[in-house]
């Protein structure tokens, strides 16, 4: 029996397996609002057979973007738009809808990885002031952010409330919030990009202020029956920067605030970060959230294989996985896996005829006819 094909539970919500679709930026949207692409892309992974697809980082407010073309919830528009897209997907497949709520902070105003992926300056076309805990920038050189005040830290709040609340109309499953990747959240807690010398900064406790205060404004703002969770970069992979202890207490705090999961990735803040990188190479910090905080804990980064991933769940190491990059190598990376690990996947019943005549009982509930 696989054990990565078993149901979990992310709190109240109830995935059919363990494999997770990891939030993946399309850098596609107009205004941040979602288009076709969005419809087809979000589309054909929502055919996977995956528990749960998490739609990409979704920018609070404009300037929480990372670059001008990131998706947003932060208007009417980008909420009609979503409503379409979410609506056709739900309608063509069972899968769980998450969606990652994000502020790019410091990050912010940068071009997409096809262009280069470089800040824009001030006054050219998608570029803007950033916004972070202080005025550092993330790489030398780049025209440093503002460092909010009181009231730029209430208009955060607020923004993040409102999207949890245009994300509960649109119907979605579970909210995830970024707090990883060297965006706000994520330098918030990094001693490398948090200098502050008020309530938000110097001890662990401060650096931890926001990020909770976001993730309380966030639980609030969602219907109390869908899980919020939090995606958390574990280490800066930088000495003297955040680490896996912060990552053990963050997580411990949260888990007392009612959050559902932690997914745990790492790195982003710092362009001086040394990544030893490897196949499952996040997965050590997963197993120690786990271990040490008991809350449901989704392993990510470098999980390509199915019985790789089936050994992470079945060795009690996380409790689900979560791909990027090979789901868009292989959109039926989970029909794959099921047939290899001798489990059972959905499949919409147009694609029924496609299971291989080795793997018989590979769809649920497939049954065909014909005269
Ligand atoms: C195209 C692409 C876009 C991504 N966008 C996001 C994002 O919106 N939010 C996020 O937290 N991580 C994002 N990531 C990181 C992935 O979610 C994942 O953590 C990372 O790629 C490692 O997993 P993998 O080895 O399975 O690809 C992105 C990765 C890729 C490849």
């Known amino acids: 029996m696989s054990r990565l094909f078993e149901p979990l539970q992310i709190g109240p919500l109830r995935l059919a397996n363990r494999i997770i679709i990891a939030p993946m930026c399309q850098y596609s949207a107009s205004e941040g609002s979602a288009n076709d692409w969005h419809l087809v892309h979000l589309g054909h992974l929502a055919l996977s057979g995956a528990g749960m697809l998490i739609v990409e980082a979704t920018a609070v407010s404009p300037e929480g973007r990372i670059t001008a073309a990131d998706l947003g919830l932060y208007d009417d528009a980008n909420e009609a738009a979503l409503a379409r897209v979410l609506g056709v997907v739900r309608a063509q497949s069972p899968i769980k809808l998450g969606m990652q709520l994000a502020h790019a902070g410091r990050k912010a105003s940068s071009r997409a990885p096809w262009e280069g992926g470089a800040q824009v300056p001030l006054g050219q076309p998608g570029g ?37 609340e245009r994300a509960a109309r649109l119907g979605l499953d579970g909210l995830e919030i970024h707090a990883a990747h060297g965006y706000l959240l994520h330098q918030f807690l990094s001693p490398i990009a948090n200098r502050r010398s008020d309530a938000y900064g110097g001890s662990l406790e401060n650096r931890m202020r926001f990020p909770l205060e976001i993730f309380d404004v966030v639980r609030a703002a969602f219907p109390a029956d869908k899980p919020v969770w939090a995606r958390i970069s574990a280490t800066d992979w930088v000495p003297g920067g955040w680490d896996i202890e912060g990552t053990v207490a963050l997580s411990q705090a949260l888990k007392a605030r009612g959050c559902a999961a932690i997914h745990v990735s790492s ?46 769940v079945a060795s009690g190491q ?49 049954s065909l006819g014909a005269r």
Do not use: C
């Open 128 to 164: 803007w002031r950033a916004l972070a805990p202080s005025a550092l920038p993330h790489a030398a050189g780049e025209e440093p952010p503002l460092a909010l005040d009181a009231a730029g830290l209430q208009k955060i709040r607020a923004d993040f409330a409102r999207a949890a």
């Open 318 to 366: 996380a409790d689900a996985v979560s791909l990027a990059r090979a789901m868009l190598y292989d959109p039926r990376w989970p029909w794959h896996a099921a047939a290899k690990l001798g489990a059972r996947v959905s499949a919409p019943h147009q694609y029924w005829r496609s299971q291989p005549r080795e793997y018989k009982d590979l769809f649920d509930n497939a």
């Open 267 to 312: 790195g982003g803040v710092s362009p001086q970060q040394k990544i030893a990188v490897g196949p499952g190479y996040q997965v050590p910090f997963a197993a120690r959230v786990k271990a040490e905080v008991g809350l449901p804990t989704i392993a990510v980064g470098l999980i390509t294989e199915p019985e790789q991933a089936e050994s992470i």
